[in-house]
């Protein structure tokens, strides 16, 4: 029949990729398909209530034989949601892979806003691999950087749309900033340099705090090498990893420009230790 079975790379929800357009990327190009389920009406009622796993996922690209995609198809070929992005209202943006597409935004950017200024730093940008698999690339990068600071761009989870208890998870809204993380990841001076060149330039944040490593490149930065002095600097998303993750545009607007001023106020004699007094 010519069916694609598929298996998980990082975090995936079944419920979110049943009725998703997919795009399989052959050595033949790209691949169009969808990802199926049997119709509701075959479905027996004790089906109808229960979720399928991800063994029983298939993608359909059309194929009428086995023989006809075996051509087309290898095993291993990597399988991602069709690229889309639709503007709402209020600047705000859905789209696939926000997470971490907008942190590269995010960097590049503040790149291009360092460069029209002069920095006593030595200024950085990577974008990173494999971060949804064990932060793989960061692990490297930072090795080869070896950077005395560092800031890992993410994206948070925006916690002002229904089903999310804002008292387990905290208040983060789309648009009133990016998110300055704080807890144990972070270097205290980091935190509040930040912080500090918010205020002075006027620009919007929110403060997360994470009492345990973040699940993303600023966990590998951290204790890369003999240890770096982190921050983290995530944008608010919601209905993170699906299709349609949303971000808000002035959020990663005002995470380039906070990003470029920390890369401008930092200088040989920057240490980020705080004095106990
Ligand atoms: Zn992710």
Known sequence: MGFVRVSPVGGWDIQILLGQRVVVHSHTGPVPGVIARKP????????RKTVPKMKDLVVDIGSATEAETRQIVRIGDMVTPEPCLR??????LAGVAMDDRVGIW???QALKLVAARKSAARVVAVSTVQEEI????AITSAYSVNPQIGIAVDVTHATDCPGIDQNEFGRIELGKGPVIVRGPNVNPGVFELLMQLAEQHGIPVQVGALGYPASNDGAAIQISRGGC???LVAIPNRYMHSPVEVVAESDFRDAARLIAEFCLAVDSIS???LSET
């Open 40 to 47: 509701i009406h075959l479905l027996d009622p004790d089906e």
């Open 87 to 92: 503007e709402l209202r209020n600047g705000r």
């Open 106 to 108: 995010v960097i590049l």
């Open 134 to 137: 064990g932060l793989r690339g």
């Open 229 to 231: 002095a982190t921050g």
């Open 271 to 273: 240490t980020f230790v």
